[in-house]
C-alpha cells in the first residue's frame, strides 16, 4: 500500500498525461482522424491547386470523351434492339480539389478539399479527368478521404463495353489495375474499353475505368486480364464527387432484357466492396 | 535566498509546460507531414514515416516502457489517419520499445548518423509487422480482399526499402531541434548543484 501510494506521489503527473494521451489518441482515432484532416485542410490552404496544371489533364479528358464515345455507341447498338431505354443519368456533382495523399504507405487513398458541409456522404463516388478515381470512405466537415480504384481492397464490377463480358476489377497499388471475368472464355482483346457494370452495387454504372493492356486468359482459377486507368491517379488535382447512396442486392430482379447475353454464373460474384472498416 | 529559489522553481514549472507544449506540438507537425506529398519527400510514389521517425528521436533517451507507450499512442491516431486494418500500433509499439533498448546496451553512440540507422532498421521493422498482418489475414480469411502472398511480399520490399531510405535521410531534421530542446531542458531541470 505505501509502495503504491509513493509511486503515485511520483508519477501522478505523468500517469495522467498518459491516460489523457490515450484517450485522446483513441477519440481521434475513433472519429477518421477528422480532428487531424481539418487541421491538415486548414493549414495548407494557400497551397490548394489552381486551374494551372489543367492543362496536363487536358489529354486525359480527351480520353475520357474517347472512351464514352466508344461506350455510347456500344450502347446505342444494344438500344436499337429494345424498345425501351434503361439508365438514368447521374445527378451533378460537387468539384473538390485534392489537397493529400494518402498517410499510410499500405493505402492508396486521398483526400480532398470538401466534406460533409458540402453535404458529401460516405459511399459517394468520385470521378475525374479520365473516368472513375474511387469512392469516398471518411468525411469530416470541410474534407473527406477518397479509397482509389488502386487500393488492394477496392473491388468494383466491371464490364467491357464493346462485348460487356463483365468480372470485377481489383487494385493493385499502382495505376495499372487486374480485372477478373466470371466468364472462362471472356471475349475481350487489347486494347478494349472497361466500364462499370451494372450489377456493382457501389459504383453507378457506365463510368468509363480504363483500358485493357495485357491478357492472361489462361489464368486458374478466372481469367483475368490487366487494365490500365485512364484517371491519372498520381498527379490528379481536381475531382468531381456524385452523390450515391449503395444499392440493395436484388442481383436477380435487376435482369433485364439487355443483360441476357451475360453469361449465369455471374451471381457468384465475389464481395464487392472493401475492407476498411 | 528563498526568494532566488523560488524564482527557480517557477521558472522549472513553467519550462515544464513548455516542454509539453513541445512534446505535443512536434509529433502533432510529423502528423500533419503524412499526408502530404512535398518535392523531395516521394521515392517509388512512397512517403517516409514521419511518426515512426518522432517515436525513434523520443525513445532513444527514454525508458522502455515510456518508448512503448509513446508508440502505442503514436500508433491509435495514425490508424485514424489510415483506417483500422492493417493496425500501426503493433509496429510503433516494438519500435518504441526496441528503440529504447537499443541504446541502453551502448551499442551505438547518438548522433545524426547512428539515429539514421536506427531510423533506418526500425522502418524495416515496422513495415514488416504490417505485412505479416496483412499476410496473417490473407491465410486465415477465405474472402480476404488481399492479394497472394507473393505479391504482398512484393510490394513490402518496395514500401519497406523507400520508405527506410526516404525516413533516415529525414530523420536529422526532426532529431536536431528536439534533442536540442531536451539538452537544454534538462540544463533547466537539474537542480543546481545537485
Known amino acids: 500500500m505505501f509502495a503504491l501510494r509513493r509511486w503515485w506521489n511520483q508519477y501522478a503527473l505523468k500517469a495522467g498525461l498518459v491516460a489523457l494521451m490515450i484517450v485522446a489518441a483513441l477519440g481521434m482515432r475513433e472519429n477518421g482522424g477528422a480532428v487531424i484532416y481539418e487541421m491538415y485542410r486548414w493549414i495548407t490552404r494557400p497551397f490548394h491547386p489552381g486551374p494551372a496544371r489543367e492543362a496536363i489533364l487536358q489529354s486525359s479528358y480527351a480520353q475520357e470523351l474517347q472512351q464514352r464515345l466508344v461506350e455510347l455507341e456500344s450502347q446505342n447498338r444494344s438500344l436499337r434492339q429494345i424498345v425501351e431505354g434503361e439508365s438514368q443519368p447521374l445527378p451533378g456533382g460537387t468539384p473538390a480539389a485534392v489537397i493529400g495523399r494518402s498517410a499510410g504507405d499500405w493505402w492508396q487513398q486521398i483526400v480532398i478539399s470538401r466534406g460533409e458541409r458540402d453535404g458529401i456522404t460516405p459511399d459517394d463516388v468520385v470521378t475525374g479527368p479520365g473516368g472513375l478515381i474511387g469512392r469516398v470512405v471518411a ?8 479509397l482509389l480504384v488502386s487500393d ?3 473491388r468494383i464490377g466491371a464490364r467491357v463495353s464493346r462485348s460487356r463480358a463483365t468480372g470485377y476489377i481489383r487494385g493493385a497499388m499502382g495505376q495499372r489495375v487486374v480485372m477478373e471475368f466470371f466468364d472462362k472464355i471472356p471475349d475481350v482483346k487489347v486494347g478494349d474499353v472497361v466500364v462499370t457494370s451494372a450489377y456493382s452495387k457501389l459504383f453507378p454504372q457506365d463510368i468509363p475505368i480504363g483500358r485493357v493492356v495485357d491478357l492472361n486468359l489462361s489464368k486458374s482459377p478466372a481469367p483475368e486480364v490487366t487494365v490500365e486507368l485512364t484517371a491519372p491517379l498520381s498527379i490528379v488535382e481536381w475531382v468531381e464527387v456524385v452523390p450515391f447512396a449503395p444499392k440493395a442486392i436484388d442481383v436477380p430482379a435487376a435482369r433485364e432484357p439487355l443483360q441476357e447475353a451475360i453469361p449465369r454464373n455471374e451471381e457468384a460474384a465475389p464481395e464487392e466492396g472493401d475492407r476498411t472498416p | 535566498m ?3 529559489r523560488q524564482s527557480g522553481l517557477a521558472q522549472r514549472r513553467r519550462y515544464r509546460w513548455i516542454n509539453i507544449g513541445v512534446v505535443i506540438g512536434s509529433a502533432l507537425v510529423c502528423t500533419l507531414l503524412l499526408p ?3 518535392p523531395g519527400m516521394v521515392l517509388l510514389g512512397v512517403g517516409p514515416s514521419w511518426l515512426l521517425m518522432w517515436l525513434v528521436v523520443w525513445s532513444v533517451q527514454r525508458s522502455g516502457v515510456e518508448g512503448a507507450i509513446a508508440g502505442f499512442i503514436l500508433g491509435l491516431i495514425h490508424d485514424g489517419l489510415t483506417g483500422y486494418f492493417p493496425t500501426h500500433t503493433i509496429g510503433l509499439t516494438l519500435v518504441g520499445f526496441l ?3 537499443i541504446q541502453k546496451q551502448r551499442f551505438i553512440q547518438e548522433d545524426f548518423v547512428s539515429v539514421a540507422i536506427i531510423v533506418f532498421g526500425m522502418t524495416v521493422i ?4 504490417m505485412a505479416l498482418q496483412i499476410s496473417v489475414h490473407q491465410l486465415i480469411s477465405n474472402t480476404s480482399p488481399y492479394p497472394g502472398l507473393p505479391e504482398i511480399w512484393l510490394q513490402h520490399q518496395r514500401i519497406a526499402l523507400s520508405s527506410a531510405i526516404l525516413s533516415s535521410l529525414w530523420a536529422p531534421a526532426i532529431y536536431y531541434p528536439l534533442s536540442r530542446w531536451w539538452a537544454h531542458y534538462e540544463q ?3 537542480p543546481p548543484g545537485g
Open chain 2, 188 to 190: 533547466v531541470m537539474t
Open chain 1, 139 to 146: 468525411v469530416s466537415p470541410n474534407s473527406s478521404r477518397v
Open chain 2, 36 to 38: 502530404m506529398r512535398l
Open chain 2, 126 to 129: 515496422a513495415q514488416t509487422t
Open chain 2, 99 to 101: 528503440t529504447a533498448r
Open chain 2, 2 to 4: 528563498t526568494a532566488a
Open chain 1, 152 to 154: 488492394p481492397t477496392s
